[in-house]
């Protein structure tokens, strides 16, 4: 199985207060995800815009959470818009020289 990193990215059209207490409810949810191993949660009030960064222990575990029910609510919101979800794959060796938080199952480079 191939770890896939998950980037989301949003604009916000609520105070940052409004969206960060909103998002307590979700949290948990997001946390129980199947495959999900971990998620950081991004904010840049300045320019209204926030996401998150997601690790998922495979690419079917991400692409069922893009399909899922927690994403489904976000693009319902009329507080959120200009929604984007982009998978990538996790260059394993490379983050491990780097110390990346993931599991590494790497065959080794070169």
Known sequence: ???QILQVNLRFSIPRAD???AW???AQPI???PGLRWKVWLMNEAENEAGGIYLFES????ESYIAGPIVAALKASP?????SAKLFD???Y???VTRAPLDYAFEAAG
């Open 90 to 92: 996790v260059m394993a």
């Open 59 to 62: 690419k079917a575990a991400a």
């Open 1 to 3: 199985m191939s770890q």
């Open 94 to 96: 490379h983050s491990a």
């Open 19 to 21: 969206l960060e207490t």
């Open 31 to 33: 946390a129980d995800t």
């Open 79 to 83: 507080a959120i818009s200009d929604i």
């Open 24 to 26: 307590l409810d979700a």
